[in-house]
């Protein structure tokens, strides 16, 4: 029996390749001629391309997928979190902007420390102490102050409108709040409306959070970092243990960065900066895979699997040692995107075996000091483009959800590392860099990333996926590139992730060929298939050679392009 199915899997395979052969078509995504949005949700990028329609630009578009993703998708959208956005305009200016959280005036090094200085375990995760001062609102703000063109009134009545509305709940995110419900019910004192059996195609209606986005119409970014808003929040986080108070909000500011860009092949790729590893851990690794010939080798062959394993391997560890808070501390980017910095941290390397991971430790360079997020990306009618990556951290954040609000508090505490060399929730480890103080931006791995071809726009993309994000987009950009899928494609494709630490490659559960994993095991690789059921949940937008545009939104989710 099971042979036959194998033969007849054989055949439907071989017929499917015959008929791709014939007509050479590809899978491909939405395709739209002027302008596109994709995010996690229908109703955002709904709302994000009706901004476009309207006449808005893609950072009139940004603030409207923004916010209503934190109406539409409270699993990782939010007013209680952060992001990175990076930007390039159709005249070919570039820039970004870090709307991460900070470290509350009031935090310690050793907050999450018991007294033997160990860890304790779910203080950084769970509940008020996890929460970092939100940086969302101040960054929308900042955005379309800068680059918007729309009355706020305009972005902000459509979403609003949608929350008194309610959202129509789907089948994986039925799944996803029962999961989390004894999440939900430990954390907070009161029941939340997430407490409720929620079944797909019912209406979660949001009056709190309409009430919340009214007060921004009215104040703006005020609206939420002082007055009323601010008065609930500071009491709510505190009267739940939490340590964040009125002056933190007050004093939020979002920050414009300058990107990190650097070239690969004939691409030039244009990603975010420190206190986001996203962009440095990216070009480390593109670099030391460039001199190879990924094309011949073959999409997920052994041996580009060796050699993106071993270069993310090496960029891992120095991830963990040199970034954190650029605010805090200097971080060498430019020898560490370096040529000869990344020849000589490739030495070693063999398609005989693995380096071992407790060889390779980070670097050596002098210097003085050393499950949940979501993806959109934008694609304007004028040529503008956003690619930006928003979170709370893990799913629903700390799980501590402010009903008189109407939103989840992030858990992005956790990203610091609360002690050297002991793993945060996403197994990654890390040193002084990023350890904790006031005021002080934890290291995230989102990686909102803009390509360029030949002087042209040629991509945006990002996912969430925590310590995973930089691989996904890693291989998503090379999908395109080296192995000539489309966007569509590139994004549905089987992900595999090497962190340095632990040892071993994490690869989608059946997503990969088993005489490729043999062969790998046999060299001396650990795979793991059964921890990262999923890696990534890509979003992107790729410019065809005729200027159309065609939206990637990964299968993964309830992902949707939208666009005219
Ligand atoms: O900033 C970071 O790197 C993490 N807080 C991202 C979390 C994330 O992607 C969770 N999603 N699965």
Redesign the pocket.
Same mark, same amino acid.
């Given at each position: 029996m099971k042979h036959l199915v194998k033969i007849t899997l054989f055949f439907f395979l071989l017929i499917g390749c015959k008929t791709n052969q014939k007509t050479n078509v590809k899978a491909r995504g939405l395709m739209t001629q002027k302008a596109m949005v994709v995010s996690a949700r229908e109703e955002a990028s709904k709302i994000g391309s009706d901004i476009l329609k309207k006449g808005g630009n893609a950072f009139d578009a940004m603030a409207a997928t923004e916010l209503a993703l934190a109406v539409s998708f409270p699993y990782?959208g939010n007013l209680g979190g952060g992001g990175f956005m990076v930007y390039r305009k159709a005249n070919g200016e570039i820039g970004a902007i870090d709307y991460r959280e900070k470290a509350p005036l009031s935090a310690t090094k050793n907050m999450f420390l018991d007294g033997n200085g160990n860890v304790i375990p779910g203080k950084s995760t769970l509940g008020a102490m996890a929460i970092g001062v939100p940086g969302t609102v101040a960054g929308v703000f900042a955005v379309h102050e800068k680059l918007g063109s729309l009355p706020i009134e305009d972005i902000l009545k459509p979403i609003i409108e949608l929350a008194y509305k309610g959202v129509v709940v789907t089948k994986k995110q039925e799944s996803r709040i029962k999961h989390y419900q004894p999440f939900f019910r430990k954390v907070n004192k009161d029941s939340i409306i997430f407490d409720k059996l929620w079944k797909e195609n019912d209406t979660i209606k949001y009056p709190a959070l309409a009430k919340t986005l009214e007060r921004l119409l009215e104040h703006g970014k005020d609206g939420f970092y002082k007055g009323e808003t601010a008065r609930t929040l500071a009491k709510f986080i505190q009267d739940n243990g939490g340590i964040i108070t009125e002056d933190d909000l007050a004093k939020y500011e979002a920050k414009w960065r300058t990107p990190i860009v650097f070239q690969y092949d004939d691409l030039k790729i244009i990603s975010m900066s420190p206190p986001s590893s996203g962009g440095v851990s990216l070009g480390q690794i593109m670099k030391m895979i460039e001199p190879y010939d990924l094309h011949t080798f073959g999409h997920n062959s052994v041996k580009s699997i060796q050699v993106i394993t071993e270069a993310e391997r090496r960029a891992y560890a120095d991830r963990s040692y040199f970034l954190g808070d650029p605010d805090f501390v200097d971080i060498p980017v430019e020898t560490l995107l370096s040529k000869s910095y990344l020849t000589k941290r490739m030495d070693g390397f063999s398609f005989e075996k693995p380096t071992s991971s407790n060889d390779i430790a980070h670097g050596t360079i002098q210097i003085v000091e050393s %499950?949940? *997020?979501t993806h959109y990306s934008i694609i304007d009618q004028f040529g503008n483009a956003i690619s930006a990556t928003t *979170?709370i951290? +893990?799913a629903y954040g700390s799980k501590l959800y402010c009903s008189d609000l109407g939103f989840f508090l992030n858990n992005?505490m956790d %990203?610091f590392s609360s002690k050297p060399g002991v793993p945060n929730m996403f197994g990654v480890t890390g040193g002084e860099a990023n350890s904790i103080a006031p005021q002080k931006r934890m290291l995230?791995?989102?990686t909102p990333t803009i390509v360029e071809k030949n002087g042209k726009l040629l991509m945006s993309v990002g996912t969430? +996926? +925590?310590s995973t994000?930089i691989t996904s987009v890693l291989q998503t950009i090379l999908n395109v590139h080296e192995f000539n899928m489309t966007m569509q494609e590139a994004v549905d494709a089987p992900r595999f992730h090497h962190q340095w630490l632990p040892d071993e490659i994490q690869m989608e559960v059946k997503g990969f060929d088993i005489n490729t994993i043999n062969q790998l095991r046999k060299l001396g690789y650990v795979i793991n298939e059964k921890e990262s059921p999923v890696i990534g949940k890509v979003d992107g937008i790729l410019v065809l050679k005729d200027e159309s545009l065609e939206g990637g939104a990964d299968y993964r989710g309830d992902d949707t392009a939208v666009g005219f």
């Open positions: 990782a %499950d949940e *997020t *979170t951290n +893990g992005e %990203d995230s791995s989102m969430p +996926g +925590g994000i």
